[in-house]
């Protein structure tokens, strides 16, 4: 399984950008990076996934450099409700290998 | 469509009982799974399902059995609840795999004394 480690907790203001860098060195060729985003007594909610390069979406942008050790999740101009915990996840194609991050836990401040 | 559900969402139960968490999901998805969280570890995989009739183990199934009789279901079944189960559990769902976008339940909150 590939070991999946993020930073603890992060703070940020009202309109930042905000980047949560995921690291994952084992990482296998065919394996998948997706970050989910949890609210307290929530079930996680997809954010974004990719396989390389980058990928962008309505909410967020995930950049995943030549040798796929890191990805890194960026949310432009964060308001207070983006205040959670954000998790990483490595996965193969098939879904039997999986390994979360432990979640940064994100704090935007007015 | 109501997503995923799960019941109870509280529960507790003394050493040595056995309970079974409920799982539905009202999208058709082949993937089904089971997720314990616990404090600074994340999400861990306990069994996952990719069809009915078909289950497997994940990285921590020690404790706990599935089945999936039906496309909709997958219950987990704590057999003799230990202490080291208190956990939240998740059960989520997909089109295709684990890898690919899940929805997950509300989660169960489970302690066990």
């Known amino acids: 399984l590939a070991k999946t480690t993020q930073p603890i907790s992060m703070d940020s203001y009202e309109g930042q950008e905000v980047n949560i860098t995921c690291s994952h060195n084992?990482?296998?060729?065919?394996?998948?990076i997706t970050w989910y985003q949890q609210f307290p007594s929530q079930g996680p909610r997809f954010i974004i996934q990719g396989y390389k390069t980058k990928v962008t979406n309505e909410v967020a942008s995930l950049f995943i450099p030549a040798d796929r050790k890191s990805s890194t999740l960026s949310l432009p101009r964060v308001s207070l409700s983006d205040t959670a915990v954000y998790y990483c996840?490595?996965?193969?194609?098939?879904?039997?290998?999986?390994?979360f991050g432990g979640g940064t836990r994100l704090m935007v401040k007015p | 469509n109501a997503g995923v559900t799960q019941t109870p969402k509280f529960q507790v139960l003394k050493t040595g009982q056995s309970m079974t968490l409920q799982c539905a999901q009202d999208?058709?998805?082949?993937?089904m799974s089971w997720y314990r969280q616990d404090p600074g570890m994340g999400l861990r995989l306990i069994h996952y399902?990719?069809?009915?009739?078909?289950?497997d183990q994940g990285e921590v199934p020690n404790g706990y059995n599935v089945s999936r009789s039906t496309t909709e279901d997958f219950p987990l079944r704590l057999l003799s609840a230990a202490p080291s189960q208190t956990s939240v559990y998740f059960c989520?769902?997909?089109?295709?795999?684990?890898?690919?976008?899940?929805?997950f339940g509300p989660g169960t909150r489970l302690t066990v004394l």
């Open positions: 084992n990482i296998a060729t065919n394996d998948y």
């Open positions: 989520a769902s997909s089109s295709t795999s684990g890898r690919n976008e899940q929805f």
């Open positions: 399902s990719v069809g009915a009739g078909i289950t």
């Open positions: 996840l490595v996965a193969n194609n098939a879904g039997n290998m999986l390994t």
């Open positions: 999208m058709n998805h082949e993937y």
